[in-house]
């Protein structure tokens, strides 16, 4: 089973911007694409951004030019730089595999954009 821990989440004015880490178990980050997915209260958890093993990104249009995904496979984790943001970016993002996330979901972490 894989394992995701979460963190960088924090309290933002609008514009502002903020970097979130996920740590992943080894095996399950060398060999599948991942994924940043947020859920905002009351919304259902939705995915914000996506990076294959091979280092493709893909962006949903509302993040497109504003956040950017990437990996570091020494350190077995996935990075979310986050810029220029949103009230409507408030929400508690998480990782996981892509395109069929493991039923483990890790905590999350909390991103509040201010207005």
């Known amino acids: 089973q894989g394992q995701f821990v979460e963190a960088g989440g924090g309290l933002v004015q609008a514009g502002g911007s903020l970097t979130l880490s996920c740590a992943t178990s080894?095996?399950?980050?060398?060999?599948?694409?991942m994924a940043w997915y947020r859920q905002a209260p009351g919304r259902q958890r939705e995915l914000v951004a996506s990076?294959?093993?091979?280092?493709?990104?893909n962006y949903v249009d509302l993040v497109k030019g504003r956040f950017t995904i990437s990996r570091d496979s020494a350190k077995n984790s996935v990075y979310l730089q986050m810029n220029s943001l949103k009230p409507e970016d408030t929400a508690v993002y998480y990782c996981n595999m892509n395109p069929n996330p493991l039923p483990n979901w890790g905590q999350g972490t909390q991103v509040i954009v201010s207005s």
């Open positions: 990076i294959k093993s091979t280092g493709t990104t």
């Open positions: 080894t095996w399950t980050f060398r060999i599948y694409d």
